[in-house]
Structures are given as structure tokens and as C-alpha cells.
């Protein structure tokens, strides 16, 4: 029996390891689980932890409104000398490249305690970004000594970097067992759908208005490396946008980084609930935001993981940064580099929503991120092989 502890924060990291919470809490016979959330955020990851029934064992809380990357590190790393000094787990797992991940591996390498990293190896080689996440996961992925990366071009990275191969396992991304599990999950269950209705409609935004065949341009975005004159710059193109297509819904789920509302009323004003065809809501949670997802007709994000999960829905994605460490979807033709530049936002959008033959062509569903069995595999290595737990 081993003792596993899985150390997360903010919402991508919880969508993430919420299946592998699951699928290594099913495992009893080889297994221990034990769950650290930090709470780097806290709405927003408590709507995860809900949607997937887990209850943290331990919750650092450390979230403060105005808190700046030297207070989640410095609090991640004091908090998590407590938890592993009391738990002492055999392993501790980390996902992907945020302030907790980094700063929870740094904390178990102090107590000696091996580190694996999910998600590991994805770079864009550019540590300002994203920023600071390349760093992130780069120092993580220094720590860790088992490596569970989500492609093959992941793996690749890790062995150019001199790790060795038999720590690194191909899984596929976890993000597509969430997804599928969610996906499913509205398919099967009507009464679900109905109430997923009444969520959006509760959030201000009414589906049926897409009933006739109206468009819906999906919007998210929150990366600090473009907070200032790059938010700026997204929101007064998604203005244009909402004026030159009135006929055009377009639905921006606000992250609730006060950095990324703050343009947002610069550019639209302080009042953001009567604005015609756009609208401002609060951060969905994850099974309403999957099913507008599905519902929309391309995405215009700065998000890692919708990156990944819109490709799998067959939507568009447009990609408010100018790098990104998940160039497989560039390279299938479905996700598309904008940065923040107001022209390349208005033509790229304008162009996919009037011509039709481009749409087609970069609407074709593609999954190079996985195939919703990421965990299992993980699971399997966690208890078959010996170097990993020895
Ligand atoms: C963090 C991660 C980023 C990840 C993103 C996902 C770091 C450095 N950043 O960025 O890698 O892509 O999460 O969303 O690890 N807030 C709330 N409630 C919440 C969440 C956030 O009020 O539930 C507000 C708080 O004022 C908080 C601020 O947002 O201080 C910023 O949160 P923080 O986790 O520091 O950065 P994110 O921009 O969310
Ligand atoms: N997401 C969500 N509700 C929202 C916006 C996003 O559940 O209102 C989900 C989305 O499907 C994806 C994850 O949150 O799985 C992405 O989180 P975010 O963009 O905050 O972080 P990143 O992936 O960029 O680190």
C-alpha cells in the first residue's frame, strides 16, 4: 500500500486531477489517497471540487485578493512543509506548471519525497511565456523524477533536457478524461441539459437565442503576460467584433483575476448587464462552460487547457498569445496564434465566421491530447512499475 498525495490549486489543475483523484481512490487494495488543495483559488477550483465529489484532506487556503506570485509561493511552500511533515507520503503528484505545482514539489524535495509530474514537458523554450508558467513547469519538471507526459512531443522535450527515459510515460492528457466524463455525462442525462440551461440562463446568458442558427463566439482569457495594454487591445477588437456582426453572440465567462476585469470596463464601461449581443458573465462551472463550449461556434481564448479541449469538440480556436507549448493542434490546422494584436483578432475572427470553406476546414475534430484514458495509464505505472514507487 502505498501513500499518494495529490497537491493542487487553481481550476485547470483540479479539472485535470480530478479523474486521477477518482481512478486512484477506486484502487484501494494498492493505494492510499490523499488529496492537498492549496487554494490558490478558491471559487473557482470549489466549483470543480463539487462537480467531482472530492473532499480535500488537507486545504491551505491560502487565496487573498491582491496577492502577488511571492505570496502564493512563499505561503504554498510553508504551508505544504506542515502537510508532508505530518502525512509523509511516498510520492507527491503535481500537475502541469502553476505558482502550487512548483512551489508543492519544491516543498516535497525538501523532505526528501519523490515528486511525479503530470503534464509534464511541455515548453515553448520562452521563459517570459507564458509567464510565469514556462518557469513553472520547467523548474517542476527539474524536481520531479517521474515524468508523465501528455504526447510524444513532450517526451521528446524531456529527453532533449537529459531526462531519463525510463522515468518519462506517454499518458495522453487528462484534460480529455475530464471532458469525456463531462461530455457523456450531459449527453446521457436530459434533465441535466435542462438545468444546465437554467445555470446559463441564471448566469444572464440565454441558450435558445442560438435556436435559430445564431453564431456564438466563445470568449475566455486571464494570462498575466498580456494583462495591460494586451487586454486592452482583446477587448476593444471583441467591441468591434460585437459591433460589426449584431447578429453574432459573443459570451465571455470573466476570470476572477481583478486584472482581467479591470480592461474590461475600460473598454465597455462600468455597467456590463445590457450590452446586446455580448455578454459578460461570472466563471462558469465546468459542466455549463463544456456545454456552451459545445454549443459555440469557434473560441477566442489565451487558456491552456481550452486549448486543448476544443479541439476534441471539433470548434476553432483562436489563441490570444504569441507562442504556445501546445503547437500539436497548430500543427493539425484547428487552433490558430492570434496574439493580442487588435487587427489579427478582428480579420481572423471576421474570416472564420464569413467563409465558410475556412470555418469547415478548421472545424474538423482532432484529438492529439489524449484519448480520455490518461489516467488509467498513470495509474497503471503508479502500481506496476517498481521504479516508480520503489
Ligand atoms: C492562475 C495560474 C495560471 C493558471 C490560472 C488558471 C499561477 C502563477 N497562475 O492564474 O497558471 O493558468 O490560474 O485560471 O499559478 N481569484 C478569485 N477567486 C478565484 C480565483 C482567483 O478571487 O477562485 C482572484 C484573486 O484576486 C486572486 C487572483 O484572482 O488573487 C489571481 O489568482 P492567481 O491564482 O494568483 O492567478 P491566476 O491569474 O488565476
Ligand atoms: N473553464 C470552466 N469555466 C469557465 C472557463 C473555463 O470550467 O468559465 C474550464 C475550461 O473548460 C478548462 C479550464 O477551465 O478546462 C481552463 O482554465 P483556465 O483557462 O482558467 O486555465 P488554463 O487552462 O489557461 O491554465
Known amino acids: 500500500m502505498k501513500k499518494i498525495m495529490l497537491v493542487f490549486g487553481t481550476r485547470p489543475e483540479a479539472i485535470k486531477m480530478a479523474p486521477l483523484v477518482k481512478a486512484l481512490q477506486k484502487d484501494t487494495e494498492h493505494f492510499e489517497t490523499i488529496v492537498c488543495v492549496t487554494g ?21 487556503n491560502i487565496m487573498k485578493q491582491g496577492q502577488d506570485l511571492y505570496d502564493v509561493t512563499a505561503k504554498v511552500l510553508i504551508g505544504m512543509r506542515d502537510v508532508l511533515k505530518e502525512c509523509h507520503p511516498d510520492i507527491v503528484l503535481v500537475h ?26 511541455l515548453r515553448t523554450h520562452n521563459i517570459y511565456s507564458p509567464w510565469p508558467e514556462e518557469i513553472n513547469r520547467q523548474l517542476t519538471g ?25 522515468h518519462i510515460f506517454v499518458t495522453g492528457n487528462s484534460v480529455i478524461d475530464a471532458l469525456y466524463w463531462v461530455v457523456n455525462k450531459i449527453q446521457q442525462d436530459k434533465k441535466l441539459q435542462t438545468e444546465l440551461v437554467g445555470i446559463l440562463y441564471q448566469a444572464r446568458y440565454n441558450i435558445h437565442r442560438l ?9 475566455t482569457g486571464h494570462r498575466r503576460e498580456n494583462f495591460g495594454d494586451g487586454f486592452i487591445s482583446m477587448c476593444k477588437a471583441i467591441k468591434t467584433l460585437t459591433e460589426k456582426y449584431p447578429d453574432v453572440d459573443f459570451v465571455y465567462p470573466m476570470h476572477l483575476n481583478p486584472n482581467v476585469r479591470k480592461p474590461i470596463y475600460e473598454v ?17 462551472e465546468y459542466l455549463s462552460f463544456v456545454y456552451l463550449m459545445e ?3 469557434l473560441v477566442l481564448t489565451d487558456s491552456g487547457g481550452i486549448q486543448e479541449e476544443a479541439p476534441g469538440l471539433g470548434k476553432p480556436v483562436l489563441v490570444m498569445r ?25 480579420h481572423e475572427v471576421s474570416r472564420l465566421l464569413e467563409d465558410d470553406i475556412y470555418y469547415e476546414n478548421m472545424s474538423k475534430a482532432v484529438n492529439p491530447y489524449g484519448d480520455g484514458l490518461a489516467c488509467k495509464r498513470i495509474v497503471e505505472e503508479l502500481r506496476v512499475n517498481d521504479s516508480c514507487l520503489s
Do not use: C, W
Open 40 to 60: 490558490q483559488h478558491r471559487e473557482m477550483l470549489d466549483q470543480v471540487l463539487d462537480i467531482f465529489d472530492i473532499k480535500p484532506n488537507y486545504d491551505l
Open 96 to 121: 502541469g506548471d502553476t505558482t502550487t505545482s512548483m512551489a508543492a514539489a519544491l516543498a516535497a524535495f525538501y523532505q526528501q519525497i519523490p515528486v511525479g509530474h503530470v503534464e509534464a514537458g
Open 142 to 166: 527539474r524536481i520531479a523524477t517521474y515524468h508523465f507526459a501528455p504526447t510524444p512531443l513532450s517526451k521528446k522535450n524531456l529527453l532533449a533536457e537529459g531526462v531519463d527515459e525510463k
Open 211 to 219: 435556436d435559430a442558427g445564431k453564431k456564438l463566439v466563445l470568449i
Open 268 to 284: 465597455f464601461g462600468e455597467d456590463l448587464s445590457n450590452l446586446g449581443n455580448m455578454f459578460f458573465i461570472e466563471p462558469l
Open 295 to 297: 454549443k459555440s461556434t
Open 322 to 346: 504569441d507562442t504556445t507549448e501546445r503547437p500539436e493542434a497548430l500543427e493539425a490546422g484547428t487552433v490558430k496564434l492570434v496574439g493580442t494584436d487588435y487587427d489579427k483578432i478582428v
